[in-house]
């Protein structure tokens, strides 16, 4: 099964960009449709972008659209999620998530593997 480790949180200001990255390993990377999760303190796991393992196909949340950027490189095994324009309500814990389909899936409870997050933090 496919194992998810996360890295290129921190802390940043109002406006300021971070590009996460999401490495897989012990899986076939390209079977897999790929999505960016995050969590905030006192709220449920909501749903930032994700990318479909057939042709490279996005959807995200209205919060990130023109902001954020999700992308994926297969021969590295490897999901990017830029963030641009970030605001402190994009505060939260991000998590990188897999699931074997070739559909854009925006529900948590869909994915079957997780990374353990990575904390983002925007100050004002």
């Known amino acids: 099964q496919v194992q998810l480790v996360e890295s290129g949180g921190g802390l940043v200001q109002a406006g300021d960009s971070l590009r996460l990255s999401c490495a897989a390993s012990?899986?076939?990377?390209?079977?897999?449709?790929m999505g960016w999760f995050r969590q905030a303190p006192g709220n449920q796991r909501e749903f930032v972008a994700a990318i479909s393992r057939s042709d490279g196909s996005t959807d995200y949340a209205d919060s990130v659209k023109g902001r954020f950027t999700i992308s994926r490189d297969n021969a590295k095994n490897t999901v990017y999620l830029q963030m641009n324009s970030l605001k402190p309500e994009d505060t939260a814990v991000y998590y990188c998530?897999?699931?074997?389909?070739?559909?854009?899936?925006?529900?948590?409870?869909?994915?079957?593997?997780w990374g353990q997050g990575t904390q983002v933090t925007v100050s004002s």
């Open positions: 998530a897999a699931e074997k389909t070739p559909l854009i899936l925006k529900m948590p409870g869909l994915y079957d593997y």
């Open positions: 012990r899986g076939t990377f390209s079977l897999y449709t």
